[in-house]
Structure formats: structure tokens, C-alpha cells
């Protein structure tokens, strides 16, 4: 069973910097599709970043293409996520989320299987 345990997280103001980090043990990430998933106040949760299993490419929801960046530390089984230039419409919990391939692209955060505990981020002046 995949456990992640997340980190970071905080309020900035406009134009601030953060890092989420998000710990996995009892399996390793390698050979699982990891994201980081965003629920605004009021909304549902949306898709931010990820990285499909066995993949270099990752994925940006266009919003935050530019600004986030999704990387990952093998020998310390965690990735993590760097958020810089943030808006207030970045506001929110971020969730990071892993699952086995399922032949789905990662953005698809329906079908992540274990996710961590979520952490808050607000952006306000």
C-alpha cells in the first residue's frame, strides 16, 4: 500500500514562491503515475501537474504553465512541486496522488488511487 505524506505549503503573498513536497513510502513512485491536484474554496478538485509512469514529459494545466513545476528525487521517493509568481486564483488545497498505469493519461485525476493528506495554499496581499 502506497502511503504519501505531504509537506509545505503556506500563505504567500501575489508573486510569492512555495514548494509542496510529497513523501511516498511502502512502494516505490517508480513505475507509478504521480500528480498534484488542486481544490480552489467552493470548487472541485482540478488537475495541476503530473508525470505518467516511465515518462519525462509532464503535464501543466495551461493556468499554471510557466510558473509550477512538478519534479522528482528518486532516492528520496518524493516529488514535489514548485510554485512560483502566484496568484491569488491559485489559492487553495493541494493534493498530491499516485496510482499504477492504467493506460490513462495522468491528467485524468479520477483514476489516482492513493492520495496524501493535502495541504493549504493562499495567495493573498
Known amino acids: 500500500q502506497l502511503q504519501l505524506v505531504q509537506s509545505g505549503g503556506g500563505s504567500v503573498q501575489p508573486g510569492g514562491s512555495l514548494r509542496l513536497s510529497c513523501a511516498a513510502s511502502?512502494?516505490?513512485?517508480?513505475?507509478?503515475?504521480v500528480g498534484w491536484i488542486r481544490q480552489a474554496p467552493g470548487q472541485g478538485r482540478k488537475g495541476v501537474a503530473c508525470l505518467d509512469a516511465h515518462s519525462d514529459g509532464t503535464w501543466y494545466t495551461n493556468s499554471v504553465k510557466g510558473r509550477f513545476t512538478m519534479s522528482t528525487d528518486s532516492a528520496r521517493n518524493t516529488v514535489y512541486l514548485q510554485l512560483n509568481s502566484l496568484e491569488s486564483e491559485d489559492t487553495g488545497v493541494y493534493y498530491c496522488?499516485?496510482?499504477?498505469?492504467?493506460?490513462?493519461?495522468?491528467?485524468?485525476?479520477?483514476?489516482?488511487?492513493?492520495w496524501g493528506q493535502g495541504t493549504q495554499v493562499t495567495v493573498s496581499p
Open positions: 511502502g512502494s516505490t513512485l517508480a513505475g507509478y503515475a
Open positions: 496522488a499516485a496510482r499504477r498505469p492504467k493506460g490513462v493519461s495522468c491528467h485524468l485525476i479520477e483514476y489516482y488511487d492513493d
